[in-house]
């Protein structure tokens, strides 16, 4: 009798947790469901510049190579602080050191030295000085620069905008339907969002003050921001 009431007991406990595994029911639906692709587009003008900078040296030796890295390393650092970049702005984003090899023809490679390599990410919001940014990172030695790379820094109220957007084309796009087939929507059933973001364009430039100086007087133009979403609708 005990082992009996014992079982009972666990099956007991056991129902709730099966009944709350089930997946939820599927909505039921009198008339026809509808499902709709729909896409908002906003517009904002980037705010926020991004620059990938770094120093690369070679030396006899690995300790040397490093050391001169970071010697001038600390110099591009104090560059973009006295430029009025702050500490929160510049982030390392690579640290490397590679053996550097001489290749010869039919003979093996020969270790000639080390390279070292050390690279930032540095970020500003005034645009209108990348110019002036970059010379103070060539003057300091940088010899490896890309971008600017041009971002919307705070994209929530934009994307909130987008997202707004794509309903009313859902609803326009899902009243159309309905005409067509001499029927109305009834109601929503479901909502599902796949985003798609804005991509930031990264420039290419070659090293030097001649090349700081070309794109001192960039253009930050426009940046789209999109959100899709999949709507389904109940039609009778």
Do not use: K, W
């Amino acid at each position: 009798m005990i082992r009996t009431l014992a079982c009972a007991s666990l099956l007991a406990l056991a129902l709730p947790a099966a009944a709350a595994a089930q997946p939820a029911a599927v909505q039921e639906i009198s008339g026809t469901r509808l499902d709709v692709v729909a896409t908002g587009e906003v517009t904002r003008v980037p705010d926020v510049a991004r620059i990938n900078a770094g120093v690369i040296t070679r030396a006899a030796t690995a300790t040397e190579a490093l050391r001169l890295n970071a010697q001038r390393m600390n110099a591009v650092r104090e560059a973009l602080r006295r430029a009025g970049i702050a500490d929160r702005d510049i982030q390392t984003s690579n640290i490397g050191l590679h053996p550097d090899y001489r290749h010869a023809e039919n003979q093996p490679p020969a270790l000639i030295g080390y390279q070292a390599t050390n690279e930032v990410s540095i970020r500003f919001r005034d645009i209108a000085q990348t110019g002036r940014i970059l010379d103070a990172l060539v003057a300091q030695g940088a010899n490896q620069i890309n971008g600017p790379m041009l971002e919307i820094d705070r994209p929530e109220t934009a994307l909130d905008e987008a997202r707004t957007t794509a309903i009313a084309n859902a609803r326009v796009r899902a009243e159309l339907y309905a005409r067509s087939l001499g029927m109305r929507v009834v109601r929503v059933l479901s909502v599902s969002e796949a985003g798609m973001p804005a991509v930031p364009y990264m420039r290419q430039m070659a090293v030097g003050r001649a090349a700081s100086m070309d794109v001192a007087n960039i253009e930050p133009g426009e940046q789209r921001l999109s959100v899709a979403l999949t709507v389904s609708f109940e039609l009778r």
